[in-house]
């Protein structure tokens, strides 16, 4: 849909009143309201110098460089020989929007499983627990660090999306995630989608991107470098060009909060959110300008 389209149908459903655009204009101001209240609240800690909790650590993995090189090739031929598979099976032919859309969700979440499957296996046969990808015993105070964090770099993330609004002429950021919510047309296949973006892909991910990677390069360079190097190579595999900074920003967010807790858990939850909110506004949208 052109931009002149799409800013004239939302102005239309806010007129009409229609349910879609009410409840997107709400989940707007409950993230505006949480977004002010962190920053008022981040604001008078530093004015007052309230004096930072040392960090609690990020787990240093200490991986070799074979070990790391095994992960990688015990990952992608499984992941290859099951999308074969799956391809001959049940992806035969030209394929609907459905199809590839139902294609792309199933090879991205089995590429992930196959990765955390093989780092699961290395840190099975180093005799090492899942205590070594910060997955320690669940806490309460981890919830509150992820909602609270989450919070705290919104205004950020806002920023970037206006001024990348402004840039686009307010078209959606060319990310598989908003053309996917955007067309997609059949409810089965909404909901898995959902249930992978927002439940099983921050899970997988932060285990992959910030318990395996960031903690590999942390042994190596240290955290800073560790937190650049991990926060690039994530935000450059989502591959969009408009929605690198914003992932690469986030993505810093979840180095950060993994070094200051010191245990993958908050940013799970971080991760979660983050993707959760993102889902529900373009499924918003799109109920709104139908």
Known sequence: ?????FDTALQQAFT????????LGTLSLILLVGALY???QNLQRL??????????GAAATFWPGSL???VIFTALPAWLLLTAGLDALCFDGKLSFNHSAARAIIFSAALQLCLVGAILAGLRRRFLGTWQLGLDAWKTGYLRAGFWTYFSILPILAVIGLLQGLLQHGR??????YAVLMRIDSQGLLLLYLAVIALAAPFLEEIIFRGFLFGTLRSLFGYRRAALYSSLIFASLHQSVFAFLPIFCLALALCWLYEKSGSLWPSVVL??????VTAVFVLLLRQAIS
């Open 1 to 5: 849909m052109p931009s002149e389209e």
């Open 38 to 40: 962190a920053l008022a």
């Open 68 to 70: 790391v090189l095994k």
């Open 172 to 177: 959606l950021p060319d990310q598989e995630i």
């Open 271 to 276: 991760h979660l959110l983050n993707n959760t």
């Open 16 to 23: 009409r009143g229609e349910p879609g655009a009410i409840l």
């Open 47 to 56: 004015v007052n110098r309230v004096p930072a909790e040392p960090p609690a």
